[in-house]
């Protein structure tokens, strides 16, 4: 398994701990490069993350106006519906502070989810640098797991696992809706990822990560060229915490 692994109580400390690092890797970003580009997680798991940006002790050591959001998948539905990422964070974080529209790119699933992922991929293409073989370089990915070990929206037997696009829209069988989501290519181009991963139905497929079926658990497939990181929580791991 690639990466560095960091286990916490609890959902809270997971996303405090994030939350920290956050703020001091924005400050770094944007000391070095004047801007923070991040790829926002969907899913419940971020939502307490997102809480704790948005509150007092972190929010105002946070330069809002030099930070760049993107979405690293997105639902097919429009973006003032409940179930969309964008919504999600809408409320979470984004309504709280004081960040401008211009540095909010959602991903627009309103008409035809084929062209959302087209155009989200040219849009990535022209606000951020590109690695060596074209493919846009986020500073920061944050990313979940879901218990059958799908991330973003790259789910078991799903037919944009190996795609080479640097967003895709896939079928997803088993929820049967439609999806758009960043691919390996993207997400493995990135300085630096994050997963977030809480709660105990999630503990067996981490524990498979480590085995030789590993590969059967698309999150196996996050190898980025930067730092990657585990923010998970003691139900997960199956590790008591202690400290
Ligand atoms: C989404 C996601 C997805 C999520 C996992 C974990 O759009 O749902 O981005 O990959 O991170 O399904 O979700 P939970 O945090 O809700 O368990």
């Known amino acids: 398994m690639h990466g560095e692994v960091q286990i916490f109580r609890d959902l809270e400390q997971l996303s405090r701990q994030a939350a920290e690092q956050f703020v001091h890797l924005a400050d770094d970003y944007q ?3 004047n801007r923070f580009t991040v790829a926002l997680a969907g899913g419940s798991t971020p939502k307490t993350l997102y809480h704790y940006l948005a509150s007092t002790g972190y929010s105002e050591r946070i330069d809002w106006s030099r930070i760049e959001f993107y979405w690293g998948d997105e639902r097919n539905v429009p973006l003032d519906h409940p179930d969309s990422n964008y919504h999600m964070v809408q409320q979470t974080l984004l309504q709280h502070v004081p960040i401008s529209k211009k540095n909010v790119h959602p991903i627009a ?16 293409q022209t606000q951020l640098p590109l690695v060596d073989d074209g493919i846009p370089r986020f500073d ?8 059958d070990g799908h991330t973003a929206s790259l789910f078991p037997q799903s037919s944009i696992l190996h795609d080479k696009a640097m967003v895709a829209s896939g079928y997803v ?3 049967k809706a439609w999806r758009v ?8 181009a990135a300085d630096h990822v ?10 067996a497929a981490f524990a498979q990560l480590t085995g030789e079926h590993a ?19 003691q139900t997960v791991s199956g590790e008591t915490y202690s400290s």
């Open 31 to 33: 000391k070095r490069h």
């Open 109 to 124: 699933v309103e008409k035809d989810i084929r062209h959302a992922a087209v155009n989200y991929a040219q849009l990535l």
């Open 140 to 147: 920061l990915i944050l990313l979940g797991m879901g218990a």
């Open 173 to 175: 069988e088993k929820l």
């Open 181 to 188: 989501s960043l691919t390996f290519a993207t997400i493995n």
């Open 194 to 203: 994050w997963i977030l991963i809480s709660g105990a139905e999630k503990a």
């Open 215 to 233: 590969s059967d658990y698309p999150i196996s497939g996050v190898r980025p060229r930067g730092e990657l990181k585990w923010l998970i929580d």
